[in-house]
């Protein structure tokens, strides 16, 4: 019988082979001079993500959410799933959340389209329940193909599921949120997902310091340890 391995080691897995075969450039993920035209890259990308079928929740799903926003962003905000509003309208982050996000965005000076906001996983989970390991893993490719296109500056990985796939982590949040980590040479940023913040308000100041941490970094390029 195969040894079962964990998701993490499994995550882990598909980036190596990925980097390994070339099939995607994530070891190369780095800014060129010239920039390449990644709204067709995107857009085929997306064409391909919106018949997928390779896990269950194609069957629940009214809508793949692949994910919007502009392709030369340097900021990419991870969420975890798609939620009801999301599956209905085919587009990430737009119910209370969602709005959430906008306001936030706002206040540092930013739109919806100088950032590209995705998931985890690109289909609603039933009930919004939290994406099981298989979702994930048939999901990842998705992902990684997504990050490699848009080669953001940053990535803030918005909520645990989030963070703890793209940092193959166990740690809860409170441990990692506001610290830079590294996801192929992007740093990565964990923050709290604004679904949380509806629940637990006082704590959309420490997203706040986040926030001007992320700011900093795109003046200077500096990452705080
Ligand atoms: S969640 Fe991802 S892997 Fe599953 S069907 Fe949707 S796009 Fe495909």
């Known amino acids: 019988m195969p040894k079962k ?3 993490n080691e499994f995550l882990q897995r598909i980036e190596e082979e990925a980097k390994a075969d070339h099939s995607l450039g994530l070891h190369y993920v780095r800014r060129p001079q010239v920039m390449p035209d990644k709204r067709p890259l995107l857009e085929s990308l997306k064409q391909k993500t919106l018949t997928c079928r390779l896990c269950d929740l194609s069957k629940t799903r009214t809508n793949v959410v692949f994910g919007d926003g502009n392709p030369y962003a340097d900021i990419l905000f991870i969420g975890e799933a798609p939620g009801y509003n999301e599956d ?5 982050f737009v119910g209370d ?3 959430l996000l906008d306001k936030n965005l706002e206040a540092m000076g930013l739109k919806r389209s100088d950032v590209y906001i995705a998931n985890i996983i690109k289909c609603r ?4 329940r939290a994406p099981l390991p298989d979702e994930i893993m048939a999901c990842y490719p998705h992902l990684l193909r997504q990050i490699e296109t848009i080669q953001p500056k940053i990535i803030v990985a918005l909520g645990h599921i989030a963070a703890k796939t793209l940092l193959k982590t166990k740690a809860s949040m409170s441990e990692i949120r506001g610290k830079f980590f590294s996801f192929s ?3 990565v940023l964990p923050t ?3 679904a949380y913040l509806l629940r637990n308000p006082a704590d959309k100041k420490k997203v706040w310091e986040d926030m001007q941490k992320l700011l900093a970094f795109l003046k200077t390029g500096k990452t705080e340890t």
């Open 5 to 7: 391995i964990s998701l």
């Open 88 to 92: 209905v309208q085919g587009l990430p």
């Open 97 to 99: 959340a969602g709005k």
């Open 125 to 128: 989970p039933p009930n919004n």
């Open 185 to 187: 040479n992007i740093p």
């Open 192 to 194: 709290f997902h604004p």
